[in-house]
């Protein structure tokens, strides 16, 4: 990619490509499910911002700066989530599906 374009993850984890896309000036999209990896990838994503050093930060001259937004999908989908971790068998699944 070159500077400003956007890159798009869907699966985010610990935020490496969230990281890496800022540093070199990419605009990213990262999704992430899991809410122990939210909070790593946010808590990483703060520390790039504050200049931390890791990673191609000294090939790049890093010095932090920038910002991102973080968003959650609306709590209509919790309810989903809820019923698929509670469903006991297929024949559960393909009920909540329909």
């Not at 500077?3 to 990281?19: K, N, Q, W």
């Not at 990262?30 to 990896?37: G, T």
């Not at 991102?68 to 009920?95: G, M, R, S």
Request: hydrophobic share 35%.
């Amino acid at each position: 990619t070159i500077e400003g374009e956007i890159v798009l993850d869907f699966f985010g984890g610990t935020g490496t490509t969230a990281a890496v896309s800022h540093k070199l000036k990419r605009q990213y999209i990262v999704v992430e499910q899991l809410e122990k990896h939210i909070d790593i990838c946010s808590r990483r994503m703060v520390k790039v911002i504050e200049g931390e050093q890791s990673g191609i930060s000294k090939r790049n001259n890093w010095q932090g700066g920038g910002s991102f937004v973080y968003l959650e999908l609306k709590k209509y989908n919790q309810t989903f989530l809820e019923q698929i971790e509670e469903a006991k068998d297929t024949e559960a699944l393909l009920q909540i599906w329909e």
